[in-house]
C-alpha cells in the first residue's frame, strides 16, 4: 500500500520503517489525513505476518510540530454551529473526535507488533503523546532534539494519553512540571526521566531503534502488564499526600488558577491514575472535551498559533512586491537600542554597519555583542565559530559613508527631533535611491519625521522592544506616505531577524505603549486612591499580567513617564493628562528623586543582590491608605484588563490598528496582556460588546470617564458583533472564526 505521508520500508530481518514525511510542509504535523493513513498503517502492519516489528521517524529535519492546530481551530467554528442547533449531539461529537487521537494511539500499543518511536529532531505535543504510545522510543542527541508536551501554553492540555503515559513512566512531580509548564526537554533529560529508552549519535538512530526489536522488545505496554507498578508510588501513598496539595498550590501561585488547560492536567492525572489505564484515557478524554470549549481554549489556539503564525508569514505584506534581499543593514546610534538591533541582525547573517558620533560609541555598541556571543558559547548555544562569524558580520564605523550600499538603515539615535533630522538627512545623503529608511523612535510620529525626509515613501518606523533579544515582537508603523515597497522591506526584515510584526498606523504612542500606559495610569489611579500598593500589584498578576503595573513603570523608568507626560501635555493640552498623575509622577522624580530600577529607586526599593527588590514603604505615605479588606480584588482585576482592552478598541475605532489579530498577538508579545485571553480584542469578544460595554459603563461611573465605552463598542454591542466578524482579517471569502 502507499500513502501521501508516510513511506513504509521493510528491510531483511522484517522491521517496517515508516517515514513520516508530509509532501509540501516543512514540518510534520497530524492532520485528519495523518491519522486515516496511520490507522491503516497500523491495520498493514499488525495483519502482516512477515512484520516483526515497525520503527516510525520523519524524513524532516524535526520530528513533528505535533497536532494541526488550525484543524482544532475549524473544529471550534463547526462546534458552535452544530450546538446551536442540537447541543447534546454537537457534544457528544467533540467527545467522539477528542477521543480519535487517543483511541488511535491505543490501538497502536496493543496491535501486537512492537513499535519503535525514533525521534530525529524537535518532537512536541501529539507526536511526542504518538512516541510514548510506541513500545520503544530512541532519541537522537543532536541539540536540535527538543521534547515536550506544550499544549497548555495554546490552552489545552495533552489530550491524546500524555496525562495517562508520562506519570506511569516517570514520577508524578516532574510529569506534571512537564505538562503544566510545557517546558521542553533534552534528549538526555528526557531519557533521565525514563521518557525515552535510549540517546544516540543521529547517523546510529535508526539501527539503534531496530536494535529494540531485534533484541525482543515487548509489544506490551508497562501498564498493560499484570503488577503494574506507578514510578511515582500511586496517589494513596504517603509521596503523593505531599505532592498533590503543594502541586496544586504551586500551579495557582503561577496561574493564579486562570488557565482551565493547566487545572485539568492535575485532575486527569489525579483521578486517571486511580483507575486501570483505559478508563483512565476516558477520563482524560471527558476532560479535553470540556477544556475544548472553554473561550481560554479558542482564543489562545487563535491568537497564539494561528494569528501568531500568520502574521509571521506576512499576512500584512502587500502582494506583489518582490521579496527584499538583505544583503547589509545599517544601524545608526549604537546605544542601548542600537547595539541590541545590530546583534539581532547579525544573529540572522546580515552584515551591518554600526554607525556612531565616534568610533568609541560605535565600538562600544558593538562589545554589546561580543559580551552576548561570550555568554552563549559560555553556555554552549553557540560554537567559538559560530560566534566569531557573528561578530564578524558587525562593522563599528563614525563614516557615514559606509552606508552606501546598505540595503536597510535604522536609526536608533536620541530620542530628539533636531538630533533625528541631521541623522535622516545625512544618511539620506549616502544612500541609494531605493534603500529604506527606518525610524526606531518610540514616540515621535513617524509621519512626523519623515518630513526630513526627501522620500518619504521609503521611510517607515520600526519599532522594537527592550530587551530586543528577547521580545519576540515589533511594531512596524507606517506613516501617511509610507509606501508598499517599505512595508514590505521592513516586513522582510523582520521576518529574517525571526521576530512577530504588527503594522500599524501612525499615531502618538503607536498600539503597544498607548495599551502600556493606561495600565500604568490606572495603577496611578489606585495609588491615589489608596488601594495598598502590594495589592495593587497582586491584582494586576492576578488578573494575568506577568508583571505589576508599578515594577513594570520602573523597568520603563519614571522620569521617562514624566517626560512623556509633559510632552503630552506640551502637545495636547493641560486636559490631555491627569493633573493628579502629574503631580504624583513631579513628586516621585523631583522631590524623593525616584526614577525606578536605574538609580535603584522606584516604586520598589532595589537593595544588593542577593536581597531582592520590595515595595518602597514611603510608597504607603503618599496617600491615605484604605483598609484592604474593604476592597474587592475583583474589581482591581477588571479594571486593569478593561482599561487596556479599551484602549485596543480605541485604537481599531481610530483606523490605527486594522486586523484583530494584529491587536492580540501585539498585546501578548508586547507587554503580556492576559495570555488566556487570547488579547485584548478576544478579552472583549470573549465576553462579548454587550457585556463588555455594561462593564465599562460601571467601572466609569465608579472610577472615572476614561472608562466610558466609545461608540463603535455601543454599535457591535447593539448588533451583537464581535471584533473578529466585523474587522474580519480573512476577507469576505471566509467568515472568521
Ligand atoms: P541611547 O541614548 O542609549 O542611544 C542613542 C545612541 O545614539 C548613543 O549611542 C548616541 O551616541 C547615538 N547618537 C546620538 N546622536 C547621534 C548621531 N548624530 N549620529 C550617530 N549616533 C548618534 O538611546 P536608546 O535608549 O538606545 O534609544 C534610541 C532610540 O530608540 C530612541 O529613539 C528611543 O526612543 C528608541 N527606543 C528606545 C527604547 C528603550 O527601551 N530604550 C525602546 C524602543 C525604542
Not at 301 to 323: D, H, N, T, W, Y
Not at 448 to 463: E, V
Amino acid at each position: 500500500m502507499s500513502y501521501t505521508n508516510f513511506k513504509i520500508e521493510t528491510d531483511a530481518d522484517g522491521i517496517a520503517l515508516v517515514t513520516w514525511d508530509m509532501p509540501e510542509k516543512s514540518m510534520n504535523v497530524l492532520t485528519q489525513e495523518v491519522m486515516a493513513e496511520l490507522d491503516s498503517i497500523v491495520d498493514q502492519t499488525s495483519g502482516d505476518p512477515a512484520v516483526k516489528g515497525v520503527v516510525i521517524t520523519s524524513g524532516k529535519s524535526s520530528f513533528s510540530g505535533g497536532a494541526d492546530l488550525t484543524m482544532i481551530k475549524s473544529m471550534f467554528a463547526i462546534q458552535a454551529e452544530e450546538k446551536a442547533k442540537d447541543p447534546a449531539t454537537a457534544a457528544q461529537k467533540l467527545f467522539d473526535l477528542a477521543g480519535r487521537l487517543s483511541s488511535l494511539f491505543r490501538k497502536l500499543e496493543t496491535s501486537g507488533k512492537p513499535w519503535v518511536s525514533a525521534i530525529n529532531g524537535t518532537c512536541m505535543g501529539g507526536a511526542f503523546e504518538l512516541s510514548l504510545a510506541c513500545h520503544g522510543r530512541v532519541a537522537s542527541n543532536a541539540k536540535s532534539v527538543k521534547i515536550a508536551l506544550p499544549e497548555v501554553k495554546v490552552g489545552i492540555f495533552p489530550g491524546a494519553g500524555g496525562t495517562q503515559r508520562v506519570p506511569r513512566l516517570t514520577n508524578t512531580q516532574d510529569a506534571l512540571q512537564m505538562m503544566t509548564t510545557g517546558s521542553s526537554l533534552t534528549a538526555s533529560r528526557a531519557k533521565a526521566l525514563g521518557l525515552v529508552h535510549d540517546v544516540v549519535d543521529p547517523d546510529k538512530l535508526i539501527d539503534a531503534a531496530k536494535g529494540m526489536i531485534k533484541n525482543g522488545l515487548k509489544p506490551v505496554q508497562p501498564w498493560d502488564e499484570k503488577g503494574f507498578k506507578l514510578p511515582g508510588g500511586g496517589i494513596w501513598t504517603p509521596a503523593s499526600a505531599q505532592l498533590w496539595p503543594a502541586a496544586s498550590a504551586i500551579l495557582r501561585r503561577e496561574t493564579y488558577g486562570n488557565y482551565p488547560g493547566a487545572i485539568a492536567i492535575l485532575k486527569s492525572v489525579y483521578e486517571g491514575l486511580q483507575v486501570p489505564f483505559d478508563t483512565g484515557l476516558r477520563i482524560e478524554q471527558r476532560y479535553f472535551t470540556e477544556i475544548l470549549q472553554t473561550t481560554e481554549a479558542f482564543s489562545m489556539i487563535r491568537s497564539l498559533f494561528i494569528s501568531m503564525q500568520e502574521l509571521g508569514k506576512g499576512a500584512r505584506r502587500p502582494a506583489g512586491v518582490p521579496k527584499t534581499e538583505l544583503k547589509k543593514v545599517g544601524v545608526v546610534g549604537a546605544g542601548f537600542m542600537g547595539a541590541s538591533i545590530a546583534y539581532v541582525t547579525a544573529a540572522a547573517g546580515i552584515p551591518v554597519i554600526l554607525i556612531d558620533r565616534d568610533m568609541e560609541a560605535a565600538g562600544k555598541g558593538k562589545a554589546h555583542s561580543e559580551g552576548l556571543v561570550k555568554d552563549s558559547i559560555g553556555k554552549g548555544r553557540l560554537t567559538k565559530d559560530e560566534g566569531e562569524a557573528l561578530l564578524s558580520r558587525i562593522t563599528p564605523s563614525a563614516d557615514y559613508g559606509d552606508l552606501k550600499d546598505a540595503d536597510l538603515v535604522i536609526e536608533a539615535v536620541f530620542e530628539d527631533r533636531q538630533v533625528k533630522k541631521d541623522v535622516i538627512e545625512k544618511v539620506e545623503a549616502v544612500i541609494a535611491e531605493d534603500t529604506i529608511f527606518a525610524s526606531n523612535t518610540s514616540t515621535l510620529p513617524i509621519t512626523g519625521l519623515a518630513k526630513n525626509s526627501n522620500r518619504p515613501d521609503r521611510f517607515i518606523g520600526i519599532h522594537f522592544f527592550s530587551p530586543v533579544e528577547k521580545m519576540m515582537l515589533t511594531e512596524v508603523i507606517l506613516g501617511k506616505e509610507t509606501g508598499d515597497r517599505a512595508l514590505a522591506a521592513a516586513l522582510d526584515y523582520v521576518a529574517a531577524i525571526k521576530k512577530t510584526p504588527i503594522v500599524v498606523n501612525d499615531t502618538r504612542g503607536f498600539y503597544v505603549n498607548r495599551c502600556v500606559f493606561r495600565y500604568i495610569h490606572e495603577a496611578y489611579d489606585m495609588l491615589i486612591e489608596g488601594v495598598p500598593p502590594a495589592m495593587i500589584e497582586n491584582a494586576a498578576k492576578m488578573a494575568g499580567m506577568p508583571v505589576g503595573p508599578l515594577s513594570l513603570n520602573d523597568e520603563v523608568a519614571i522620569d521617562l513617564s514624566q517626560k512623556i507626560l509633559k510632552a503630552t501635555i506640551a502637545d495636547l493640552g493641560e486636559k490631555a493628562v491627569d493633573p493628579r498623575h502629574m503631580a504624583m509622577i513631579d513628586k516621585m522624580v523631583d522631590e524623593f528623586d525616584r526614577r525606578g530600577r536605574k538609580n535603584g529607586k522606584g516604586f520598589y526599593e532595589y537593595p544588593a543582590k542577593p536581597a531582592k527588590k520590595y515595595l518602597w514603604p514611603g510608597l504607603k505615605e503618599l496617600y491615605p491608605q484604605k483598609d484592604a479588606d474593604k476592597i474587592d480584588v475583583e474589581v482591581l482585576k477588571r479594571r486593569f484588563l478593561a482599561t487596556i482592552a479599551l484602549e485596543a478598541a480605541r485604537t481599531m475605532e481610530e483606523g490605527i490598528v486594522t486586523d484583530p489579530r494584529e491587536a492580540d498577538v501585539g498585546s501578548i508579545l508586547g507587554f503580556g496582556f492576559a495570555p488566556y485571553t487570547g488579547g485584548t480584542l478576544s478579552y472583549i469578544d470573549g465576553m462579548g460588546a454587550n457585556a463588555f460595554v455594561e462593564l465599562c459603563e460601571k467601572l466609569a461611573e465608579d472610577y472615572g470617564h476614561h472608562f466610558k465605552p466609545i461608540p463603535l463598542l455601543k454599535d457591535m454591542a447593539e448588533k451583537g458583533d464581535t471584533f473578529y466578524g466585523r474587522f474580519n482579517p480573512y476577507g469576505e471569502a471566509q467568515k472568521a472564526a
